[in-house]
Structures are given as structure tokens and as C-alpha cells.
């Protein structure tokens, strides 16, 4: 019966993903079903999991992924896939990489990126078990060689009882609706991809994964700001040589029959003049707003950094890292952009159109 051979594939692990060319293998071996199932795989399109992989390496690979109903690998013709889950909570999935360079193995949980090891010394070889406990959703890895990326496999982790599909997508709209209201654990082994919902008082670690979810689309806003800055035209009155006055108009001869000292009555010329110049200023409500939002950020991320590593024992140098890469590019557009130009914001009084309706403005208001 197809019942008791589906409990006795949950019984043993077999190939789940095989990626592989020449130059580099990835092999993860576990069970197919997670041990609870005793039930029949649903019919096709009832469970759809999401594995999908990208590689720097030039040579195309084979990506083979299990198929439960001819219970064997089969060959993908493109690099992602929607099959029956193949990975769930609780389960321990065995993974064997091999390359013909020195590799490593990145992913942003500590404990999932130390559960994979050199055996025997090999740096081009990793071997390790992982398991994603209760932590459900997206997980991504990468395969690194000399500090690059060469291959990122991106897999989805199932829950083990609950109605599939169905119940996994109303599960994940009822988080994204509660989510930050909860003590969220910014050091969760597998995110699921959703946007963020409106929250106040939140903790530091639920700061951190909220500006850790928006941090590129922060700054696809302030590009399109960039590229058309509010801004006024401001007049700026300087008295120089007259040889340096490139325009002369109405304000600059005023001045000068009010300052006749400066005119040479023997050469009939004048010595120095006003010259009015117009120039765009940058320096407005709008742009402080800006400039004392990312300033304030790069405030709490060191906050947020000083206070991780207080706590921890052995604090994961590889958050530490990008904690200071997002602070460096904070500081980079502060100094190299408009926004130097700015001055500080001293008080809100009210939030202008501008911010509420300008493309850019109005992404970084919100």
C-alpha cells in the first residue's frame, strides 16, 4: 500500500538535493517525510515548497531534487523549484559539500554556520548536520571560496502539523499582522518574507530585525530622493573684485552708487562690486528630517551593538561586522551626499506634504 511506503521512506534518509558540476557538489541527505506524517502525500499542488540555488560558477550545474511520487531524484531544468517539502522542523539533514577550492559555509544563525565542519582538515570539503528546531519559512546558505560568494541555496523549511499549504500561508498573515508585538528573536535560523507592520515600543532585538528587514529598501528611497532633493533657490550676496563679477544686474549697481568709494573716477571702473548669485539649497525641513533619521539610527545600532556584546559570552562576530557595515553606510551618505549640506533639525512641528507624498520622502517618512 502507498501508506506504508511512505512511512517507510519517513524511516530512513535518502538523497533530498543534489547540486553539481565539475568544480563543486552539494549533497543533503534526510528524510522525506517528517516522522508524524502517517498519512498519504497530498494530492499534486496540494503542498508546494519553494528550493532554489544561484552560482557565480560559470559551468552549469545539475540540480536534482527528490520526487515523491516516483520516489527518486529527479532533473530540474531550472535552478528553482516548487515540490512537495522535503525539509521540516525537528529534523536533522546531513550535508556534504565538495569543491576542487578551499571553501566555506555562511549563513546567518551562528549555530546553523559552526554546525558544518572541515573533516580531517579538508578546506574543501564540509560536512555537518543541521537541524531548524521549531523555526519554520525561508533559510538561505551560501558557499563561499576566498571571502566570495559561489553558490547560494535558498530552501523552506515546513512545519510538521498543520494542513500544508493552506494552513502555512494563514499562519504566515496572522505573524506578519502580530508579529513585532511578540519579543522576536532577531537571531531566528530562518526568516520568512514579509513586510513589517507599524509597532511602538519595541524591544532593541525586534529594532534590530525590523531595520535589518528594511535596510535596502531605506536606501532605494533615499536614491530616488537623491536624484530630485527637495530643495529652494536662495540668493547669495558677496562683495568681490570686480573682476570676478561674472554678472552684473540691478542689486549690483545699487550697491555701488551707494558705495561709490569703490569706484575708480580716473579709469571709470569700478574696483569691487556685489555680485548676487543664486544657488539651490538643500537646507529645509524635508532634508533635516533625513539627516536626523539616519543620524538617530546610527545612534541606536550602536547602542543595540554595545549592548549584545555586554550580554554575550562569545557574541557572533559576523552580526558584529554587519551591525558596523550598516552604521559605515549610514555615515557614508551623511558625509558624501546632500545631506552634508543640511543642517540639524531642531524641532517638528508638523510633517509637510513633501514628506507624506514625495517619491522618497514619503518611503523614508514611513
Known sequence: MKVIKVIEMAAKKIDLITIKNNKLSLNIKGKPLH????KE?????????????????????????????????????????????????YQNYDFYIEAEMPIEFYHPNREIRESLSHPNDNHNVLYGSINFGSDIGYSEFEIRSKSQVILTLKLEVFPSKIDYQKDYNQLLEEVNKEVYNLAYDFLRKTYQEMKISEKQNITEAEFFVIIENIFDDLFKALKRVEESPHHRIIRKRNVRPASRVKKVGRQSLKWLNKNSRHYDKEL?????????EKKLSYDNFENKFIKWSFSELIKRLKHFKANYRSSKMNPDQDLINQIDKMIRKLKL????SFLAEVGELQKIDS?????QMAPGYKELYK
Open 35 to 38: 516522522p508524524d506524517h502517517e
Open 41 to 89: 502525500f497530498p494530492e499534486k499542488n496540494r503542498a508546494q515548497a519553494a528550493c532554489s540555488f544561484s552560482s557565480t560558477l560559470a559551468d552549469d550545474f545539475a540540480f536534482k531534487y527528490h520526487d515523491p511520487e516516483i520516489n527518486e531524484l529527479k532533473l530540474s531544468q531550472f535552478n528553482s523549484i516548487k515540490n512537495y517539502p522535503l525539509f521540516f522542523e
Open 268 to 276: 571709470k571702473l569700478p574696483e569691487k562690486m556685489l555680485a548676487v
Open 333 to 336: 551618505k551623511l558625509k558624501h
Open 351 to 355: 510633517i509637510s506634504l513633501v514628506l
